[in-house]
């Protein structure tokens, strides 16, 4: 593959098409990176924060690929790098839920839960890692999520995949530290987003109880902490899971 040498660095974030991610890649953006924004279904939309970061005065390129097929989250990594010469911040951040008790859960509701957020994580990394080896040098932010630690009912697929994306983080960190590459993972707590909206008023207000700062977080909040993780002054943190919960599951 001929990459095209490009000194601004590049960050990748996964779902960047809307809410959590969508934010996280304006703010790369703000901090100066290229940004690959990538869509599993709402092309428009992410051509609307391309659009976005463009009128700012910045670069960001469009990339869809459907992510519950495993393997098109490696194609998609190569893709970036082939179409913007560089990837030095990956941001797995791609995500859904499928929620019923474990008892209801249908096999299909399970594997395209893992396969998304879990399995398509782990292709994207190995296709980063490959490349960030040569440069000696890289960032992998996993977003996990608090009920990843702590447990959810009716979210047993859900849980299962956050709590492997942190499993996943120590081993990569272990594994990569000495090239130079960080592998961290964020544990957001409940952030307002299309995600979060579909919880019923009861949940909402059950959540709301159990956090010290008494309210729910926007996508700045997590966007804040990725910019962090992703800067050179994040450089001796790795494999961490780092809560961004309001206080709800201190660990
Ligand atoms: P969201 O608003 O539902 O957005 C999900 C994003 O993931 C969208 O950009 C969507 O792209 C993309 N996506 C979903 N399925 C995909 C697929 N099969 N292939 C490709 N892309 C796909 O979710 P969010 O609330 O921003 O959450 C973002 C991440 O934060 C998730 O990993 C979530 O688990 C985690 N998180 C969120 C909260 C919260 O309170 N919101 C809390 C803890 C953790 P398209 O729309 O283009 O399909």
């Not at 469009?62 to 082939?82: E, R, S, Y």
């Not at 995500?95 to 395209?112: F, H, Q, V």
């Not at 943190?237 to 780092?242: K, M, S, V, Y």
Request: glycine content about 12%; overall charge neutral; charged content about 20%.
């Amino acid at each position: 593959m001929t990459e095209v040498s490009s000194p601004v660095k590049v960050a990748l974030v996964t779902g960047s098409s809307r809410g959590l991610g969508k934010a996280m890649a304006l703010r790369l953006a703000q901090d100066g990176y290229a940004v690959a924004i990538h869509y599993g279904r709402n092309q428009a939309e992410a051509e609307k924060v391309a659009a976005e970061v463009q009128a700012a005065g910045g670069r960001a390129e469009v990339f869809g690929a459907d992510l519950t097929v495993t393997a098109n989250a490696g194609t998609l990594v190569d893709d970036v790098i082939k179409a913007m010469g560089r990837l030095d911040v990956l941001v797995n951040n791609a995500g859904i839920t499928r929620d019923t008790l474990a008892i209801r859960m249908k096999d299909e509701d399970w594997d395209a839960v893992l396969q998304t957020n879990l399995s398509s994580a782990f292709t994207a990394s190995r296709a980063a890692i490959k490349h960030m080896m040569r440069a000696r040098s890289g960032r992998i932010i996993n977003i996990a999520s608090v009920v990843g630690l702590m447990g959810n009912p009716g979210q047993a697929n859900y849980v299962a995949s956050k709590a492997g994306l942190i499993g996943l983080t120590k081993a990569l960190a272990k594994e990569y530290g000495g090239r130079g590459i960080t592998v961290n993972a964020v544990a957001p707590g409940f952030i307002q987003s299309d995600m979060t909206a579909e919880l019923n008023e009861d949940t909402r207000t059950a959540y709301l109880a159990g956090i010290p700062l008494a309210r729910f977080g926007q996508p700045e909040d997590v966007a804040a902490l990725v910019a962090f993780l992703a800067s050179e002054s994040a450089g001796y943190i790795t494999g961490q899971t780092i809560g961004v919960d309001g206080g709800l599951y201190p660990h």
